[in-house]
């Protein structure tokens, strides 16, 4: 099985104009709204076709979407590939001197997920999922 875009991430500062724009004018369906606070974020979801786009907002300036928009203002955060087999598609990454940012991690879901360092991704902060 190939890998297939699970999620876009865009990092935003105004959730509700985000969606007037993803939702309302673009057309989208917003799937979800919640916030993480154990994250300090607030997500959206909007399916688009096997995929989704993702809206991510902070809830305080502390975590790495805060310090993102502060340095490079809103934008795509993200692209998630969905993969079958986590350590296999590591394995093949790191011989071809891909960096992780840490160790892969299980989500509440079950969902195993790791994220590539954008340094070594020509500039795009990749996370891998690997759906149980
Ligand atoms: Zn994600």
Redesign the pocket.
Known sequence: MRPSIH?I?IAVRDMDAALALYGEALGLEVSARREVPEEGVEIAFLPAGDGEI?LIRPLDTANSVARFLEKRGEGLH?I?LKVANLEEALERLRRAGVRTIGEPRTSAAGTRYIFLHPLSTRGVLI?LYEER
């Open positions: 999620h991430a993702e993200h998630c996370e």
